[in-house]
């Protein structure tokens, strides 16, 4: 597979958004519980999906003016 291949790019941004889902579920799992820590989770899960989601746009168009 080529890094200039469309399946690698989803292969490399695919588990970074798992896991800030993950971190967003434990933050709602918390907040559900009424455990400390639940919103703190939420943010970072949301700022971890936001730099993937960034990562996203910037590699597809850096893969398109290179094609």
Not at 7 to 21: H, K, S, T
Not at 39 to 50: E, K, N, T
Request: net charge negative; charged share 10%.
């Amino acid at each position: 597979m080529k890094p200039t291949d469309p399946q690698f790019l989803y292969m490399i941004l695919i588990l970074p958004a798992l896991f800030g889902l993950t971190l967003v579920g434990d933050g709602v799992s918390k907040i559900m519980h009424e455990e400390g820590g639940g919103i703190i989770s939420i943010f970072f899960g949301l700022v971890f999906i936001g730099i993937v989601i960034f990562a996203y746009f910037f590699f597809s168009s850096f893969l398109a003016q290179r094609v």
